[in-house]
């Protein structure tokens, strides 16, 4: 097979507001070949800026368009897309986009491959990568269920964080994350007051989440004392509480925690601190679990470069010992790629579950991946990602986009 074509597609809403909502607009990748087979990914990253390391010019020989560096190549089996993967980000070398930009090639490319040999993705992960895999549990090729959790923003109360998260226990959820809003803007009493509206709301039997929304920086000292005023609430994790980059103040955090005891996730009772969600490449969330000292590690596979580097996370984190979550707030195209990187570890079960977003993102695909009777989430057993993007239901939302530079088109609308 060859690779006859690679289109990214700019898809918007017609308002775009300055909600926490990353699916009001999104960057679709489609990759075509000779054969007739096409695959579909998708980025969660800014689409325009992304865009453009498709079809930048060439300004020396280590800024190289993605267009460039797969249009032409041959396509036949996993070894390809590792090929393809090493390629294309050495050629990008000094785009500091890149990462970004492929990760919606880099899932396009496994859909096709996945396609082509008639397999899930997951399937084909351990053989292509397993040789690094420090799982012993012997399940490579059994896909495991998960755990949905939703995910929601706090109230500006907790008078009305408590109704959210009543209705989310009403709705059935067993397991929800709260984020961002007020948390950690006035004064430890309603951060507090937050905290326990959301138990109070979900019940004792749910499990419950904390995302701090990056809000106390560098400042682990408040971090350590908020985490250990929600211990007596039982979240599953605190996310967020320090900047992305802020690898030595998580270090200090994880030094407080395990020195106090306030961290004993074995009796469910402590607090584990969750980050990773801003990783622009491995080594980012590799920083973060080696010297970050942190128990969950959240990879957006749309945002690290696909689904081999944060499949390679995955690994790490079960040489570590932590868990590993999927970030996901795109469609259930960008929810597919994620599962397939976790499907077979039975020991990482929960799931970051696209349940609202914007129309856009829920009319993306044909078929979502739906919670079964049972309250868990299976990804599906279809050739790639398994899941179809629905080009007529979303044709409205495209924002065509045409670049020139003087005489020449450096980008042009593909047909859709
Ligand atoms: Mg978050």
């Given amino acids: ?74 396509l036949d089996s996993p070894e390809d897309v590792l090929r393809l993967n090493e390629k294309a980000l050495r050629n990008g070398l000094d785009i500091q986009q890149i990462q970004h930009a492929y990760s919606g090639a880099e899932i396009a490319l496994w859909d096709i491959i996945g396609q082509k040999l008639e397999q899930p993705v997951y399937r084909l992960l351990e053989s ?45 959820y067993r397991a929800a994350k709260f984020g961002w809003g007020p948390m950690g803007k006035l004064d430890e009493a ?76 074995a009796h469910g009772t402590g607090v584990p601190i969750a980050a990773g969600e801003g990783s622009n490449n491995y080594r980012m969330a590799e920083d973060l679990i080696v010297h970050g000292g942190i128990e969950f590690v959240q990879i957006d596979a749309g945002r690290i470069g696909g689904i081999v580097p944060a499949f390679q996370v995955r690994q790490l984190a079960e040489q570590h010992g932590i868990q590993y979550v999927n970030h996901t707030f795109k469609s259930h195209l960008s929810l597919a790629a994620a599962l397939h990187v976790f499907a077979t570890n039975p020991d990482f079960n929960l799931l970051e579950y696209p349940a609202a977003g914007s129309e856009l993102s829920q009319r993306l695909v044909t078929e979502p991946l739906q919670v079964d009777s049972d309250g868990l989430v299976r990804v599906k057993e279809l050739p790639g990602l398994g899941v179809r993007v629905d080009t007529e239901a979303i044709r409205p939302y495209l924002a065509p986009v045409r670049i020139e530079v003087g005489e020449d088109t450096v980008f042009e609308p593909a047909d859709f």
């Fill in 1 to 74: 097979m060859k690779i006859i074509a690679v289109d990214p597609f700019y898809l918007r809403m017609p308002d775009i507001t300055a909600a926490a909502d990353g699916t009001q607009d999104t960057l679709l990748v489609r990759i075509r070949t000779d054969t007739g087979l096409e695959g579909w990914g998708e980025c969660d990253a800014s689409p325009l800026v992304s865009l453009a390391v498709y079809c930048c010019p060439m300004s020396h020989g280590n800024i190289i368009n993605i267009r460039t560096s797969l249009i032409g190549e041959t």
């Fill in 128 to 172: 292509a990568l397993g040789e690094r895999a420090y799982s012993n549990k012997g399940t490579s090729d059994i896909a495991h269920p998960k755990l949905p959790y939703a995910s929601v923003l706090f109230g500006d109360t907790p008078e009305a964080t408590y109704r959210i998260a009543a209705e989310l226990h009403e709705q059935g």
């Fill in 190 to 265: 309603n951060d507090i007051a937050l905290v326990r509206a959301a138990r109070e709301g979900m019940g004792t039997e749910a499990q419950i989440m904390i995302d701090a929304g990056v809000v106390w920086g560098t400042d682990y000292d408040t971090a350590y004392q908020r985490a250990a005023a929600f211990a007596q609430f039982s979240p599953t994790w605190l996310e967020e509480p320090l900047a992305p980059d802020a690898i030595d103040a998580y270090g200090a955090l994880a030094g407080l925690l395990k020195g106090s005891g306030v961290t004993k996730p």
